[in-house]
């Protein structure tokens, strides 16, 4: 019995050993598995997160283009503005001009001579409440006859507002 009891400490040396083998060879491949898990997660929350970077990236860009876009509208718009603006103002030259000399023409055909009645015998304040509502000829005609007679700065200084603000 010496030989059966040898061989089958033998025999179960060898399956045990088998096992260990065996054994040692699964935890490797499980490992290995959880190792390549671990690493595919990584590369996929790195993508993940990658992505979302971008698209913020892109979210932020398009917001600066369209802001940049209405900018531009309305840097052209107020140069179309100004362009019809000018345009028209060309096209109503000569009408201005034509009416301003049916007005003098006028003036001078009734006599009245400066653009408010009675303007020597009105104080500056009076003159002052009369202003709205003239040209900018008729104002430089008042302020050139300020000038010559009266020289009030009080008034001469308020022509020069109104022409300056109707030349701006």
Same mark, same amino acid.
């Given at each position: 019995?010496?030989?059966? $009891?040898?061989?089958?400490?033998?025999?179960?040396?060898?399956?045990?050993?088998?096992?260990?083998?065996?054994?040692?060879?699964?935890?490797?491949?499980?490992?290995?598995?959880?190792?390549?898990?671990?690493?595919?997660?990584? *590369?996929? =929350? @790195?993508?993940?997160?990658?992505?979302?970077?971008?698209?913020?990236?892109?979210?932020?860009?398009?917001?600066?283009? %369209?802001?940049?876009?209405?900018?531009?509208?309305?840097?052209?718009?107020? %140069?179309?503005? $100004?362009?019809?603006?000018?345009?028209?103002?060309?096209?109503?030259? #000569?009408? @201005?001009?034509? +009416?301003?000399?049916?007005?003098?023409?006028?003036?001078?055909?009734?006599?009245?001579?400066? #653009?408010?009645?009675?303007?020597?015998?009105?104080? *500056? =304040?009076? %003159?002052?409440?009369?202003?709205?509502?003239?040209?900018?000829? $008729?104002?430089? $005609?008042?302020?050139?006859?300020?000038?010559?007679?009266? @020289?009030?700065?009080?008034?001469?200084?308020?022509?020069?507002? +109104?022409?300056?603000?109707?030349?701006?």
């Amino acid at each position: 019995m010496d030989y059966m $009891e040898k061989s089958g400490r033998v025999t179960e040396r060898v399956a045990r050993t088998t096992g260990d083998s065996y054994k040692t060879v699964l935890d490797f491949a499980v490992s290995i598995g959880e190792r390549n898990v671990r690493f595919a997660q990584g *590369v996929t =929350d @790195s993508y993940i997160k990658e992505l979302r970077h971008q698209a913020e990236a892109n979210r932020a860009l398009t917001h600066e283009l %369209v802001e940049r876009a209405e900018g531009q509208r309305g840097a052209f718009q107020a %140069v179309v503005n $100004e362009t019809l603006d000018a345009y028209m103002d060309f096209l109503y030259t #000569p009408l @201005s001009y034509y +009416k301003e000399g049916l007005r003098l023409v006028e003036r001078e055909a009734t006599g009245g001579g400066l #653009p408010i009645a009675n303007y020597d015998e009105l104080n *500056v =304040d009076e %003159v002052s409440k009369r202003l709205d509502g003239l040209s900018a000829a $008729e104002i430089r $005609e008042l302020r050139i006859y300020e000038k010559q007679n009266k @020289s009030r700065e009080t008034l001469i200084d308020q022509f020069d507002r +109104k022409l300056k603000a109707a030349s701006a």
